[in-house]
C-alpha cells in the first residue's frame, strides 16, 4: 500500500464550477499535508500547507484534513481556466510522500 | 529572490551513458532534495542533503548518487543508464532539514531522455 493514495482523474469540468480533488494516507502518524499545483512542463509548486484536522481556506482554495480518516480534500470554488493543472498531495513522515497526481482541465 | 535553480533543463542521453544535473536551491536554504517523476510512479524521493551530508535517501539503486557543495548547491549523478530512467528530475530546497514542519520548493526539473 502506497503512503499517499491520490484519484489520478483526470478531471473535466466547466468554468466556474466547484471541484474536489482527494487523498487518503496510510500512516497516522503523518503530521502535515500540502497540496501542489504544477503545470505542464514545470515544478511543482505550493498552493497550501497544514498540519490540523479541519479547514483552512486561501482565496478560492480550501484545504480540508479528516485524521480521523487519513482523508485530506482541496476545494477549489469559481475554477478558471487556469486552474488547469496536475494537482499533488503530500503528506510528511521521515521524508515528503507525494500522490500521482490529479489532472485538472477547467474548461472556457 | 531567486527560484530554486535547475540545469540542464532537457537533455537526451544514450543507455549506458551517466549524467550530472545540476541544482542551486535558493538562496539561505540548506536542504537540497532529489525527486524522479514519472506518469506511472508519480513524484519518488531520491535523497536528501543538508550541510554536505546525505540525510535520507529513498529507494532507489546504487546508480544514482549526489552530492551537496559548501555552498548548498547540489549535484545528482546517474551512472550507466537505462531507459527507464527517463524522467523529470526535480530538485527542492528548504530551510531545515527533513521533512517534519518543513515546506520544500521546487525547481522547474530537469527532462531526461534515455535512447
Known amino acids: 500500500q502506497k503512503e499517499v493514495e491520490q484519484d489520478p482523474g483526470p478531471l473535466s469540468v466547466p468554468e466556474g464550477a466547484i471541484v474536489s480533488l482527494n487523498c487518503t494516507y496510510s500512516n497516522s502518524a503523518f503530521q502535515y499535508f500540502m497540496w501542489y499545483r504544477q503545470y505542464s512542463r514545470k515544478g511543482p509548486e505550493l498552493l497550501m500547507y497544514t498540519y490540523s484536522s479541519g479547514n483552512k481556506e486561501d482565496g478560492r482554495f480550501t484545504a480540508q484534513v479528516d485524521k480521523s480518516s487519513k482523508y485530506i480534500s482541496l476545494f477549489i470554488r469559481d475554477s478558471q481556466p487556469s486552474d488547469s493543472a496536475t494537482y499533488l498531495c503530500?503528506?510528511?513522515?521521515?521524508?515528503?510522500?507525494f500522490g500521482t497526481g490529479t489532472s485538472l482541465t477547467v474548461i472556457p | 529572490k531567486a527560484g530554486v535553480t535547475q540545469t540542464p533543463r532537457y537533455l537526451i542521453k544514450t543507455r549506458g551513458q551517466q549524467v550530472t544535473l545540476s541544482c542551486s536551491p535558493i538562496?539561505?536554504?540548506?536542504?537540497v532534495s532529489w525527486y524522479q517523476q514519472t506518469p506511472g510512479q508519480g513524484l519518488q524521493f531520491l535523497f536528501e542533503y543538508f550541510s554536505e551530508t546525505q540525510r535520507n535517501k529513498g529507494n532507489f539503486p546504487g546508480r544514482f548518487s549526489g552530492r551537496q557543495f559548501s555552498n548548498s548547491r547540489s549535484e545528482m549523478n546517474v551512472s550507466t543508464l537505462e531507459l527507464g530512467d527517463s524522467a523529470l528530475y526535480l530538485c527542492?530546497?528548504?530551510?531545515?532539514?527533513?521533512?517534519?514542519?518543513?515546506?520544500?520548493?521546487f525547481g522547474e526539473g530537469s527532462w531526461l531522455t534515455v535512447v
Open positions: 527542492a530546497s528548504s530551510v531545515g532539514q527533513g521533512s517534519y514542519g518543513n515546506t520544500i520548493y
Open positions: 503530500a503528506n510528511t513522515g521521515n521524508q515528503f510522500y
Open positions: 538562496s539561505g536554504h540548506r536542504s
